[in-house]
């Protein structure tokens, strides 16, 4: 398969099969290129990830490049919710594993709420342990990932971590700080 054939490929998918958005609240435009850190699919979100365009005379874009992210798996070993009884109320995911390499890191995180379920893909940093050979050397993680709870409605509310941790959390009241007219 060629280059061209391949970016073809890549252009279909993007632009017309599958609906895209970016999953960064900020994009980065020079006047030349636009770089988008993560495109979420309806099927897939944040795996497609440092997106970048070229904007070309004619009114086109041209892609430039592009990675594809990879979940992590087996390094994560527990997820815990973190729920502040204040008002409005916040509520956290705390991830924790260990990478079995030294060059292990955490990457990118996305999140996507779908009616009262929030997806979270946590993907691997700067590496995939399936193509790069690393140092032995056990080292731990623990990320907090902050859920945008504000302005829910009362009710029962559950999460994902990639695929393979689920739970359930209630707001026991509207989360939605009142605001007095003028």
């Not at 099927?43 to 990879?70: H, I």
């Not at 008002?87 to 079995?100: D, L, M, N, R």
Request: glycine share 8%; charged share 20%.
């Amino acid at each position: 398969m060629t280059i061209k054939t391949i970016l073809f490929v890549i252009a279909i998918e993007l632009f017309t099969l599958r609906t895209a958005y970016s999953n960064e609240e900020h994009a980065a435009f020079n006047g030349d290129v636009l770089a988008i850190g993560m495109v979420d699919f309806l099927e897939e979100q944040g795996k497609v990830q440092d997106v970048t365009f070229k904007f070309k005379e004619g009114n086109e874009w041209v892609l430039l490049g592009y990675t594809m992210g990879s979940e992590i798996t087996r390094e994560m070993e527990s997820v815990e919710l973190i729920k502040k009884e204040t008002f409005p109320t916040q509520v956290f995911i705390k991830i924790s594993g260990t990478f079995s390499s030294g060059c292990g890191s955490v990457g990118k995180i996305s999140h996507k709420r779908i009616d009262n379920n929030f997806n979270i893909s946590v993907y691997y940093g700067n590496y995939n342990p399936s193509e790069v050979i690393c140092t032995q050397g056990f080292h731990s993680f623990t990320r907090i990932i902050p859920l945008p709870v504000y302005s829910l409605k009362e009710g029962n509310y559950s999460y994902t971590v990639n695929g393979n941790f689920t739970g359930t959390f209630n707001l026991s009241s509207d989360n939605e700080l009142e605001v007095a007219e003028q």
